[in-house]
């Protein structure tokens, strides 16, 4: 129901951009977001953005990601920018809709330094 693409190997310093679509049997959603999660350790929330077009980030990648949404509301991205090595990690995008969460199935950012 979210498909996640865009992900793959990028020097420090380049740019990649995910992108999540989101199946037309999901209503209602409330905020759609990008997660990462690094070999061993726990989910993160890296951005978010609500229906009514409000963001949120996390402190670390403020100022070089930029989370948003399509025209139709039924796409997310997230712009990457000035990547570093410690961005390496599988990243999920997220939909909260009627009252539970969707995921989709992850894809692989890899930064080299």
């Known amino acids: 129901q979210l498909q996640a693409s865009g992900g793959g190997l990028v020097q420090a310093g380049g740019s990649l951009r995910l992108s999540c679509a989101v199946s037309?049997?999901?209503?209602?959603?409330?905020?759609m977001a990008w997660y990462l999660q690094r070999p061993g350790k726990q989910r993160e929330l890296v951005a978010v953005?609500?229906?009514?077009?409000?963001?949120n980030y996390e402190d670390s990648v403020k100022g070089r990601f930029t989370i948003s949404r399509g025209n139709a509301n039924n796409t997310v991205y997230l712009q990457m920018s000035s990547l570093k090595p410690e961005d390496t990690a599988v990243y999920y995008c997220?939909?909260?809709?009627?009252?539970?969460?969707?995921w989709g199935q992850g894809t692989q950012v890899t930064v080299s330094s």
């Open positions: 997220n939909a909260w809709a009627a009252g539970r969460a969707y």
């Open positions: 037309g049997s999901i209503i209602r959603i409330m905020s």
């Open positions: 953005i609500t229906s009514g077009g409000n963001t």
